[in-house]
């Protein structure tokens, strides 16, 4: 594998459209993103091939940040270098920057949030089609051998009786790695392996900056703020909240409980990056001025993770043993898409017209190759006009 471009060269401002309609229709979160990039990158447009696109499905789970953006700048990175890097991440965070600061210019005024429960409901539901047709078509590709299919079980069970993502990780990638040496009778354990990759990966650069220092309450407090949460957090959307409330709720005392909830549904409900809470909770504490400083914070850090450890990811396929490892990481990762998945549909599909978008979905999306962004946009109608 190489992380040089494809044959036929993608233009950057083809890179930019794509990432662009994406930020504007990926609702769902993480899971989701990633399900629709598979389905625009590896099986549409032939961009990159499945094999690498789980690579980067599992670096991304390795490094602090929202795991969903850093898989498309990865995905940037391998096809135009460091200038689709940045293309390919920011494009994928501009739409959903943009729609939030409306809704928080909104919410400012009228002190509530849009009602949008209808919409969501049903959109949610197209949702979990979509990151079903993801499992079924990256599984295959992930689970190679019979190992890589039992290790992919444990991990959803592990996860299932709460067991942290990082660590469900962790046990993946250290049982494939042990039982290839084992295999190979190399003299060099895998956890040299582990160790080298907690060094690339880690987070304490930009997070002892972000401690270290001390300033007032003004943009550039705000910033470091969110520079930390962008540098610490691995997992869901409920432990960015955890990081928000301890952060403005708790220690600065910048927000109230409510507009602490409010803001991580606007993330939640809006298309694109989860973190584009941070916009939000910016552009409250600080107008637009607040919300581009915010979204810068949060979302830097995962730039730099992926700069840093791109170049890294075909040098790990070239080692047997480091290899491996990946391997156990890319079926944990897929491991823990299932379990999201499976969270959301027991919140989701509760009803007849849930269940009736899941069914119209699954069979659209796998019988009838209908793109994703027509069924999403057909089921926020559908949802708009039931919601009464």
């Known amino acids: 594998m190489t992380d040089a ?36 990158f590896v099986r549409k447009r032939r961009w990159i091939t499945e094999e690498d696109f789980l690579d980067r499905v599992a670096a991304a789970s390795l490094i602090p940040g929202p795991s969903s953006t850093e898989v ?29 600061s409306l809704i928080a210019a909104a919410y400012v005024r009228f002190g509530s949030l849009p009602q949008a429960e209808g919409i969501l409901r049903a959109i949610k539901a197209v949702v979990i089609a979509i990151i079903m047709q ?12 019979r190992l890589l299919a039992l290790i992919g079980v444990a991990s959803v069970v592990l996860n299932f009786v709460g067991v942290s993502p990082l660590l469900v990780l962790m046990f993946a990638g250290a049982s494939s790695g042990i039982v290839q040496w084992l295999q190979e009778r190399k003299s060099n354990p895998v ?9 690339v990966f880690s987070p304490t650069g930009l997070t002892g900056l972000a401690v270290a220092v001390a300033m007032p309450i003004s943009l550039g407090r705000l910033f470091l703020s969110f520079l930390k949460i962008g540098s610490l957090v691995f997992g869901s959307g409920y432990v960015l909240l955890a990081f928000l409330r ?22 939640q409900f809006t298309p694109g990056p989860v973190f584009a809470t941070a916009t939000f909770i910016g552009y409250l504490l600080g ?8 979204t810068l914070g949060i979302f830097v850090p995962g730039f730099v993770f992926v700069a840093i450890s791109g170049p890294l990811i075909p040098k790990l396929r070239r080692s047997p043993a480091a290899g491996a490892v990946l391997d156990g990481v890319v079926v944990g990762s897929l491991a823990l898409i299932a379990v999201v998945a499976w969270q959301l549909g027991k919140a989701a599909i509760r009803d007849w017209l849930t269940i009736s978008i899941l069914a119209v979905s699954v069979i659209a999306i796998f019988r009838l190759k209908i ?17 009464g």
């Open 5 to 40: 471009p494809v044959k036929a060269p993608v233009s950057l401002s083809e890179l930019a459209f794509v990432f662009l309609k994406l930020g504007s229709i990926a609702f769902g979160g993480p899971a989701a993103h990633i399900a629709m990039m598979e389905d625009e």
């Open 72 to 100: 498309g700048i990865f995905i940037g990175r391998s096809l135009r270098g460091w200038t689709g890097l940045i293309v390919a991440g920011s494009c994928f965070i501009i739409p959903a920057a943009f729609l939030v």
């Open 134 to 145: 993801a499992l079924w078509n990256l599984g295959k590709t992930a689970a190679k051998t």
């Open 191 to 199: 956890a040299l392996c582990a160790i080298s990759l907690s060094k």
């Open 246 to 267: 301890s952060e403005f709720v708790d220690h600065l005392h910048w927000l109230t409980e409510k507009q602490l909830i409010d803001s991580v549904a606007v993330g």
């Open 287 to 294: 107008g637009l001025p607040g919300a581009v400083v915010a």
């Open 371 to 387: 793109n994703s962004a027509w069924l999403i946009l057909g089921a926020a109608i559908v949802g708009w006009i039931a919601r």
